[in-house]
């Protein structure tokens, strides 16, 4: 089984599972017992004090996404990947979970980063399976995907991106661009 910690799920078109329809993960981690994820597309507009007691406008400025439907922890993506980065998922992108002290850990999080509850998680084998039938499509993940693409258009972004190489591969083509004399 390869690990695909790092890549993005893309929903398929046809996915009809409405936890996931049009939805965009970043898969967290993936092994033989299972993988986990955030939904990088699902952002709220409900705010940190809504979720957790705060005074702090700071706080309660910050934007809160949905990660996914299983309940847990504050979990944040930040491209500050130093010393006190917990987990780095991809170049630029590394994971901290936020424990009690949240405010503290706010007023030093330096930008971008993007602020989680909830997650995506699939047992031993369900998210082959899902694969298998075609309910997702999977790209390597760049940074830019997690904190540039403007979220009411990335999953449209990486179908079309996701199609595009599934079509190189296929034609085994070297470039699909406007110019076919580069084939």
């Known amino acids: ?104 850990y706010f007023r030093e999080a330096i930008a971008p980063y993007r602020v989680f509850v909830g997650y995506a998680g699939w047992g031993g084998g369900q998210l082959e399976a899902e694969l298998d039938t075609g309910s997702w499509l999977t790209l390597p993940a760049t940074s830019a995907d997690v904190f540039e693409v403007d979220e009411g258009k990335i999953w449209d972004v990486l179908v079309t991106r996701a199609q595009l190489l599934r079509t190189k591969k296929v034609l085994r083509v070297k470039n699909l661009g406007d110019d076919p004399s580069l084939n």
Not at 17 to 45: K, M, W
Request: charged residues 25%; proline residues 6%.
């Open 1 to 104: 089984m390869k690990s695909l910690r790092g890549h993005l799920l893309i929903a398929s078109p046809e996915l009809p599972d409405p936890n996931f329809c049009r939805s965009v993960v970043l898969i967290i981690d993936h092994d033989t017992e299972g993988a986990f994820g955030l939904i990088l597309n699902r952002t709220t507009t409900r705010r940190f004090s809504e979720f957790w007691e705060s005074d702090d406008e700071q706080l309660n400025q910050i934007a809160i996404a949905v990660g996914g439907p299983v309940p847990g922890p504050i979990l944040v993506l930040h491209a500050d990947c130093g010393d006190d980065c917990a987990d780095q998922i991809i170049s630029g992108v590394c994971l901290t979970k936020v424990d009690d002290d949240y405010a503290a």
